[in-house]
């Protein structure tokens, strides 16, 4: 899988198989697929734009090509494929992903395989600091019953009583166990500083043997406990620390294509550009040139990830996932 090529454009495609029951926070941009989900105004106060929970099967496929929002998914049965650093991976019950702000995601169903699965989107405006860190893991295991638990208690408490205090309980709940796995606080003090000291000083020319020798770490040991923590091999997180700060410096600077390769640790423009494309699914002036054509003719997507409006094809089957003693919402007309 990992040799197909980048999606170029937004897709959604739901296919008739696809149940999903969820929470949208209050005053959000109008979408018409989150406008079954019952409101939460606890969710705002802590950046959730929506969560919910899944079930899928092919031929269910999105991509987001400028993914504004910050989007985590916890596998809770079956299997899908998830496009991270530029490979599709698979994600199996058990495991968990982080997929950031400003860069290409996309996730589908595996044709044969039932797809469940639980998720939370956050806001990322420009100048909020992002919910994962230098040393947050891209795809690990992860426990996601908890998660799971506290979604569908919120989803009881929202469709139900409603009752204020416990909304926002349910709420905090479900961000703490975000976090649990966005910010790890069992990983070894070293490994998280090291990756601290690498996203400010992005320009030195970083090597495995360097990596090692500033965590103090061997070779081996530093490769093994960046791929048990956080999903990559040392350089691969180097590589996605350069991409996710040139993606924002594109985003938000003036600065020059070749000004931020050094900045970010590239000597040559056309090599960066090169990885650039690869990583984040377009070249750097490609990127910021569709940036600036999506603000400049209002389509802000820092709300909700998906296109206004139904998308074409779009199922009439499509069901709201029930849950055990509480009636079913009606149906949405999208997934994310």
Not at 52 to 61: E, H
Not at 80 to 100: E, K, S
Not at 222 to 233: A, M
Not at 240 to 269: D, F, S, W
Request: hydrophobic share 40%; charged share 20%.
């Amino acid at each position: 899988m990992g040799a197909q090529p980048l999606p170029r454009s937004d897709v959604t495609i739901l296919g008739p198989h696809t149940q999903l029951a969820g929470v949208r926070a209050a005053a959000v941009e109008p979408r018409p697929w989150i406008e079954p989900f019952p409101v939460c105004p606890a969710l705002n106060t802590l950046g959730i734009i929506h969560t919910g929970i899944q079930q899928t099967a092919a031929p269910m496929k999105i991509v987001r090509t400028r993914q504004t929002t910050t989007y985590f998914l916890a596998c809770t049965g079956g299997k899908g494929r998830v496009l991270i650093d530029g490979r599709w991976r698979v994600c199996r019950a058990g495991w968990a992903c982080l997929l950031p702000a400003h860069t290409l995601n996309a996730f589908e169903a595996i044709p044969g395989v039932r797809w469940e699965f639980c998720w939370v989107c956050y806001q990322q405006p420009r100048d909020q600091r992002p919910l994962g860190n230098a040393a947050s893991p891209v795809m690990a295991p992860y426990d996601s019953q908890p998660l799971l638990a506290a979604i569908q208690g919120l989803l009881y408490e929202c469709s139900g009583p409603a009752q204020p205090s416990l909304m926002m309980q349910w709420s905090h709940l479900i961000h703490a166990y975000v976090l649990r796995f966005a910010r790890p606080c069992h990983q070894p003090d070293q490994l998280r500083m090291l990756w601290e000291r690498v996203e400010s000083r992005l320009e030195e020319p970083w090597t495995l043997e360097k990596l090692a020798a500033e965590a103090g770490y061997s070779r081996e040991h530093l490769r093994r406990l960046c791929r048990r923590q956080l999903g990559r091999s040392p350089m691969h997180q180097v590589t996605y620390l350069r991409m996710r700060r040139a993606a924002e410096l594109l985003a938000t600077t003036e600065l020059t294509v070749a000004a931020i390769a050094h900045r970010v640790g590239y000597q040559n423009p056309f090599v960066f550009s090169n990885a650039f494309a690869r990583w984040i699914g377009w070249r750097p002036s490609e990127y910021r040139r569709q940036r600036t054509v999506n603000t400049a003719g209002g389509n802000h997507r820092a709300a909700a990830a998906p296109p206004s409006g139904p998308p074409a094809g779009l199922p009439n089957d499509l069901r709201p996932l029930e849950l055990p003693g509480r009636p079913a919402a009606p149906s949405p007309v999208s997934v994310r």
